[in-house]
């Protein structure tokens, strides 16, 4: 595995996904892209370069090391974004509207999906995007779900038909909501949670909650923040699921699915929110979390298999699309019973 650092391929790859991950960065700050967000358009650029053959060929193997081993070193370094002590102090009531919200939405996206005839693999991918917390849960959850050496790729565009799905359908929903903020009489308070609630990423909620003011934005980032610590729990127990399902181990008994990456986030999240650090040095890291996950992201963009995306991909919209209304409808029902 090692050996990867000393080959060619691997600093081909590192170069090309590094360009693809800081001109996303950029592009993500930009006013009308904001709510695009680096990852999603990283991954874009990585799906360009696919327009220039040899340099793809040159780096194959490096392209496939960086989304494996930078995603996992991503994940775990996005864990310091994860502030504990202000998610205590958002309250039981958050928490729980957060583990409903996910526990049952991966539930019930996975169900509209399977009925929609998407396969497995991707139907649960989609679930936890929609559900978790967007690109970031696609990328958490993958590498949970086991496959053999001949289903590597179509692994890998599960992962970005996935990523594209939750992508597309929070950008609609996030215009959606700010378009029928005024028909919904919501406090600011109510409208924070209904955004942190049901946009899949955080720059999706982020970009909504701002809409009501800084109240509102608040709420969105607490509630949405509450959502991605589910993420950890949520990758262990789908992992475990996922490989008692599966039936192509003909009844063999495969090891226990630990996410050693969603062990590292939440230390991640515990040291950044206990041991003493400036603010400067704690954005310094989530800042290099998004630059890892951007390269991780345009590595997946570098080995889409173009005809497989697109003649899989329209039942899992279809399925996303219905699951997304499902869940702007309930959290605008609770936000105003209970908030």
Known sequence: M???????????AFFMTLLCSVVGSFL?????????????????????????????????SGI??????????????????????????AGVKTI?????????MVVLTYNIARKFGVSKRLA???????????????????PQIKVSKDQE????????????????????????????????????MQFGVMAGGSLHEIAHAIATGSAGGSVSLSAAIITKLSRVLLLAPAAL????????????NEGEKGKLPIPWSMAGFLLASVIGTFVPMSSVLLNTLVKLAYLVLGMAMAALGMSVNFKAFLSSGRNAVLAALSASVILLTFTIVVSKMFF
């Open 28 to 60: 993500g700050g930009l006013p009308y892209l904001t709510v695009i967000g680096a990852l999603v358009l990283s991954l874009i650029l990585g799906m360009l370069f696919q327009l220039y053959r040899p340099a793809i060929q040159k780096a194959e």
């Open 237 to 248: 127990i789908i992992g475990i699921w996922y490989q008692h399902q599966d039936k192509t």
């Open 96 to 104: 729980l509207f957060a583990i409903v919200i996910v526990s049952g």
């Open 153 to 188: 790729a179509d692994k890998h565009n599960d992962e970005v038909l996935a990523v594209a799905i939750v992508a597309i359908l929070g950008t609609v929903f996030t215009l959606i909501e700010i378009a029928i903020k005024p028909l919904l009489h919501m406090t600011s």
């Open 64 to 89: 496939g090391f960086i989304s494996n081993k930078f995603l996992r070193l991503g994940i775990i370094l996005l864990g310091f974004k994860l502030n504990l002590i202000d998610l205590a102090h």
């Open 2 to 12: 090692y050996l990867k650092f000393f080959e060619k391929s691997f600093y081909y």
């Open 124 to 142: 649960i991918l989609t679930a936890s995007g929609t559900s978790i917390c967007g690109a970031a849960a696609v990328m958490g959850i993958s």
